[in-house]
Each structure stands twice: as C-alpha cells, then as structure tokens.
C-alpha cells in the first residue's frame, strides 16, 4: 500500500485542530491530505483560522513575501513532512 493513504497522527495542539478541520470535510483525515497542495492550503487556513480559500503557490508567493501566517504554514508542512 501507499504510505500517503497512511492516517495522520497529530503530534500537537495545533496539529490535533488541523485534524479536527479536516475530518469533519472529509470524514477520514489520510496524511495525504495534509501533505499535499491542497493539505499546504489547509494549514494555512487552519493558521489563519478562517474560512478564505487560497492556491498552493499563492501560499508560497505570500510566504515569500514575508506573510507570517504563511511562512508558519510552510514550516508547520515541512515540519509534518519531516
């Protein structure tokens, strides 16, 4: 099998809300989910704590902007990724 298709674990606080997010959208939370383009743009919005929807590369482009809630997504990803 795929390790993608793998459950996600959280490992904090914050990861546990991520998870709390994504599993009343789509029932069972897989770490695909989380680390993927679409999973980046769930922990932005999880960081940002709103509704907004954005693009993978529109968070990076913010994050390289020096967006705070952005660049704290892109670590938290590289963060579970690691």
Do not use: C, M
Not at 32 to 57: K, M, W
Request: no cysteine; proline share 4%.
């Amino acid at each position: 099998s795929e390790a993608g298709h793998a459950g996600f674990a959280p490992a904090d606080e914050f990861e546990l809300r991520l998870w709390e997010r994504l599993k009343r959208h789509f029932g069972r939370v897989s770490i695909e989910r989380v680390l993927s383009g679409p999973g980046l743009v769930a922990i932005y919005e999880a960081v940002r704590d709103q509704g907004a929807t954005a693009q993978p590369a529109e968070v990076v482009a913010a994050a390289r902007r020096g967006e705070n809630e952005a660049q704290q997504a892109l670590s938290r990803f590289v963060t579970i990724y690691g």
